[in-house]
């Protein structure tokens, strides 16, 4: 008889309070209240850039691993949208004039390294993101599209225009989870990363407030 609670409600209630602290970052908070500028957003753009560049190199890595490909899906890749975006928002030129802060560079090299050796981490980094973007991320988009006043240009990477249902994704890329074949070791091994991969989140977003309190000044 099964009893052990499913995985994915467990990573659920252990990351609660991280998902609490990176939700509640300041920049975050003051970008959905209306109080950051187009320029800000602009550098959190970015950021996303270099996160899903590692994320979706990695997943081409992982393309062949028979656990890592239950949660692959080409419906996800947000690289292209955040090309179109950064090009709208920057220009032609945008990959020039973009850098990843210092957490960020962290969090890709972190990605990078999972990705190439660690299907378990590769997951957890991939569930963190990806169910993200499927949960807060589409309320985030919808609130910065009416801010700046975008049409699709410039939030492309918020709009999953290839899944048509997104809580019903989610529950079946649970059940995905709760179905994975790990022991105990390794599925708290999982869950440490998820913590991990909010932590690096929570980063990201403080470097970027720094950042953008440097330009005021
Ligand atoms: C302002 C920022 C954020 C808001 C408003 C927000 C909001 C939400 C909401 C409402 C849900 C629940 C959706 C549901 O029950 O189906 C959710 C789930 C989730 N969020 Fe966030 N979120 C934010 C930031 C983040 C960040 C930075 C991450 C990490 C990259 C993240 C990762 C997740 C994940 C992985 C889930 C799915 C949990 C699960 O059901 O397994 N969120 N978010």
Known sequence: MENVTALSSV??????????????ASFMSTLLRGERTRDDYISLVAQHYFIYEALEGA???MRHEPIAA????????RLPALEADLSFL???????????LPATA?????????GATWVG???????????????????IGRVLKRQFDFDTNGIGFYLFGDIADPSEFKNVYREELDAVPWDEVEKERVIAEVLTAYRFNTEVFEDLARECEARIA
């Open 106 to 114: 962290r969090y890709a090299a972190r990605i990078d390294q999972v």
């Open 11 to 24: 990573i659920r209630e252990r990351t609660r309070e991280a998902h609490s602290s990176s939700e509640g």
């Open 121 to 139: 981490g590769f997951v957890a980094h991939h569930y963190t993101r990806y169910l993200g973007d499927l949960s807060g991320g589409i309320h």
């Open 59 to 61: 997943t081409e890595r």
């Open 90 to 100: 920057i220009g032609d030129n945008w990959r020039d004039r973009i850098a990843p």
């Open 70 to 77: 239950r949660f692959i899906s080409d419906r996800l890749a």
